[in-house]
């Protein structure tokens, strides 16, 4: 995500804070992405305009705690009273926990939204889901939706839809797609490098002239897959051994952990 705000911050001026309790992680994020850096949470806190909460699920609960103490501090201040009653606005990262848990847990000063970018806006060509709680005013909706635009697309979904949606998107299906084809062509005979560049053309390939065309997915799927052919035979087996059932499979493992993930 800093990599792909690195890109976009001629667009969009933002300036870049991280704070992380581990030094040796923030000496890495200043030298590989050239953004400000501040150990001390407190003042991390009294710097941002809008924060957001990348860590894992798991580490979610005990930070906000912090940040939440950290804003009491900040509205305390002397220099702060003037913004007294201003609720701050906070993005969380972290897959499968909900907003009525990240403002439970934080408290009412905070204002919430939900956004699961993908690791491909390190390049500019990410998917970014955003949600919003029923509070969060218009301007802040957009504030967020800017944010994440600078480094692709973003689609705004209901909450009840994230999970499912965070499941489906990730670059992890076509990583895992192409190794196994990859280790199925070397099987096959070819060696590693051929069987990189057939298998990844096989997925990038068709699947960006299918996004980029006018052809809707199903006639090219028929067109690619003639009766009778190579490709026919190979998709009807992959499908008889069970192709579909294993990603079905997946994608439900994948909605249980999000779950298990909600009420931690």
């Known amino acids: 995500m800093l990599a792909g705000l690195r890109l976009g911050l001629e667009k969009t001026r933002h300036r870049l804070v991280v704070h992380d309790r581990n030094p040796r992680k923030l000496r890495d994020l200043k030298k590989r992405y050239a953004v400000a850096v501040e150990p001390d949470l407190n003042r991390a806190v009294q710097q941002a305009d809008v924060l957001i909460v990348a860590v894992r699920p798991s580490s979610v609960r005990e930070l906000l705690q912090s940040v939440g103490k ?8 002397p220099l702060k009273r003037k913004t007294l009653g201003r609720k701050t606005l906070a993005v969380s990262l972290a897959a499968g926990v909900p907003l009525r848990l990240l403002s439970k847990v934080a408290g009412p000063p905070v204002q919430w939204a939900r956004a699961m970018p993908s690791p491909l806006c390190r390049s500019g060509r990410g998917l970014t889901a955003v949600t919003f709680s029923r509070t969060l005013p218009r301007a802040d909706r957009k504030r967020v939706h ?13 909450e009840n839809k994230f999970d499912a949606f965070t499941v489906t998107y990730s670059c992890s299906h076509g990583y895992h797609a192409l190794a196994t084809l990859v280790r199925a062509a070397q099987a096959a005979g070819l060696d590693r490098n051929t069987a990189l560049l057939a298998s990844a053309h096989a997925l990038a390939d ?5 996004r980029d ?19 026919a035979a190979t998709a009807a ?4 051994a069970g192709y579909g059932r294993a ?5 439900a493992a994948g909605l249980r952990r999000a779950r298990t993930n909600a009420r931690k």
């Open 247 to 251: 990603v079905r499979q997946g994608v």
């Open 213 to 231: 065309g006018k052809r809707s997915l199903e006639s090219l799927l028929e067109e690619a897959t003639t009766p009778g052919g190579i490709a």
């Open 146 to 158: 800017d944010l994440f635009a600078s480094f692709g697309q973003v689609v705004e979904i209901p």
């Open 237 to 240: 087996k992959m499908d008889s």
């Open 70 to 77: 950290a804003i009491g501090k900040v509205n305390r201040a």
């Open 206 to 210: 068709g699947i960006i002239a299918w």
